[in-house]
T-cell receptor, first 116, second 116 residues
């Protein structure tokens, strides 16, 4: 069965520190998609990245970077030089495309607090 | 600004009331979703519409009734709700034209519902 684990419930860092949010997933399918979403206090979930199971290249977008490792079933997210505006809840999600499911399984989320 | 618009942003209703939540997107997406999110929890899937047809109902009580009048609109009709139904209700859409579950979800800001 699908499962997404975000073991870090809450992280507090001081502005300009780097922070890594962990995501570990479980799936039996060989074809799947992983996502990260940001949920600021306003409530809307904002899409950050999608990665399919055949693409293990790491990605960098500005201060954000993602490390996808199939060997450890992890898809970790690093924010470099964190800013107060990064304060939000971050969700990792998994979708199994091969089985035709329409379901996105969300992890429990990590609340990031960046202190000025 | 989000491309998925939800109204109203806030709703307070009594247990005997009938109300509706509305969601609209003009991105040409063919899959639309309702999620329920309680405080400090991840979004929970309620319903999925694919090409205006109900594809998934996650055993949601009948006091919640979804409707998809056309590909751009999604409604959630509420009747005889309970106080425990108080939550943030999120609408989302995805492309859905190459297999649902492969594309990212685009979320609205949500409708915060309070049932008295």
């Amino acid at each position: 069965a699908q499962k997404v684990t975000q073991a870090q419930t809450e992280i507090s860092v001081v502005e300009k520190e780097d922070v890594t949010l962990d995501c570990v997933y479980e799936t039996r399918d060989t074809t799947y998609y992983l996502f990260w979403y940001k949920q600021p206090p306003s409530g809307e979930l904002v899409f950050l990245i999608r990665r399919n199971s055949f693409d293990e290249q790491n990605e960098i977008s500005g201060r954000y970077s993602w490390n996808f490792q199939k060997s450890t079933s992890s898809f970790n997210f690093t924010i470099t030089a964190s800013q107060v505006v990064d304060s939000a809840v971050y969700f990792c999600a998994l979708s199994e495309a091969a089985s035709g499911t329409y379901k996105y399984i969300f992890g429990t989320g990590t609340r990031l607090k960046v202190l000025a | 600004d989000t491309e998925v618009t939800q109204t109203p942003k806030h709703l307070v209703m009594g247990m005997t009331n009938k109300k509706s939540l509305k969601c609209e997107q003009h991105m040409g997406h063919r899959a639309m979703y309702w999620y329920k999110q309680k405080a400090k929890k991840p979004p929970e899937l309620m319903f999925v519409y694919s090409y205006e047809k109900l594809s998934i109902n996650e055993s949601v009580p009948s006091r919640f009734s979804p409707e998809c009048p056309n590909s751009s609109l999604l409604n959630l009709h509420l009747h005889a709700l309970q106080p425990e139904d108080s939550a943030l209700y999120l609408c989302a859409s995805s492309r859905g034209n190459r297999g649902l579950g492969t594309g990212e979800l685009f979320f609205g800001e949500g409708s915060r519902l309070t049932v008295l």
